[in-house]
């Protein structure tokens, strides 16, 4: 066979009949000039957000959960116990991350994401069942451990949209992310202890009086049984193409000089990524900030609970919820009509420092928001809230495109596990941190913030 004649069948054999991934694409491209689809969005967001809602839909009634295991000695020391509770799922997600996202380039992101939440449907309800301390670390670990979704699913909001959207589609895994991560405590606070909230229909000495932090893992479990279901019919996108075949690569190197005898195999190069510098820098970047996240989400939930002879609010779960409610309502405002436009204006980079120096003042202002009372401290509170969390899901969002755009397919789902597996690191050390500095600091309330004030 010619080189011409090779040249022209491989051109015309773009794509593959068998592979998935190849489906993916020429769907893409025949959509060219339609606009995103909606149904894919949401997909992502679905999915996501399945992953997201158990990871802090503890923190508001956690420290009720620790104190009913009778494990603290003191009251100060719930929070430091609390903090483990909270980390043992990091770290398990710490430990499986570059394995789930190995699995995700070997077999397909679609596996990965079923089984993730596979895992959130059995160990979150398991979690809501749990009666003793290490029974709570121990589903808390398996949950995070098993769930590797979030990693490929970042791939695949990328490969599941054509260039100029994948913005979009990453900004809906960013927003997906941080509304659960709203939505979750706001449903923990809610629905936790429904027979002292809600005795006309939860009666005293039923199931859920011996279990009262069941109902909230529960719903979020049902909610993820659903949308395993629906993952079923979703595509897969990864390439899965015979070697025995040839592609339109083997034309382009048929045009650089190589000589063919016909058909030429596929080679993929894998660089190494700990060496990829825009790839590790936007790593570094995102775990730093997944400490702050973290750390920032449970002692505001402890914090907000605390009594306030203790330096906290005194709010009850269903304070925290209205709170958390409320700021997750302004941040799917914020995702659908602010963010695309400030995101094109600025870039990722731009928005991501800007938003950096803006979370710098407002996190200091909280411990003047603890002066507040009543009304007043509900609205300013309130602002506070939504100010960060939008914050954080534009600095989130702007790194996920970095990351993804930073290597070629084939990779992105090892490139996101080992971003998941630093982060998860990180985040496994916030909680416990953001638990200890609290005991710490509730214990020397004596301690003065800034010269001639006292913290209260």
Known sequence: MGEGNVKQSLLERKYYEDCPGCK??????LSEGQGVSVRNLLIIWMV????????????PFLYFMVRDFHIAKTEADISSYAGYVGSAFMLGRCLTSVLWGIVA????RKPVIVIGIITVVIFNTLFGLSTSFWMAVIMRFLLGSLNGLLGPVKAYATELFRE???ALGLSTVSAAWGIGLIIGPALGGYLAQPVEKYPHIFPKDSFWDKFPYFLPNFIISAIAFVVAIGCIWIPETLHNHNCSNASIDDAKALENGSRGAGTVKIIQKNENLLLNWPLMSSIIVYCVFALHDIAYQEVFSLWAVSPQRLGGLNFTTDDVGNVLSISGLALIIYQLTIYPSVEKASGPIGIGRISGMLAIPLLQSYPFIALLSGFALYVVLSIASILKNILSVTINTGLFLLQNRAVEQHQRGAANGISMTGMSLFKAIGPATGGAILTWSQKRMDASFLPGMMLK
């Open 24 to 29: 993916v694409d020429q769907a893409k491209e």
């Open 105 to 108: 380039d070997r077999f397909g």
């Open 48 to 59: 996501v957000l399945c992953a997201a809602l158990p990871i802090s839909s503890l923190f």
């Open 164 to 166: 100029e959207h994948q």
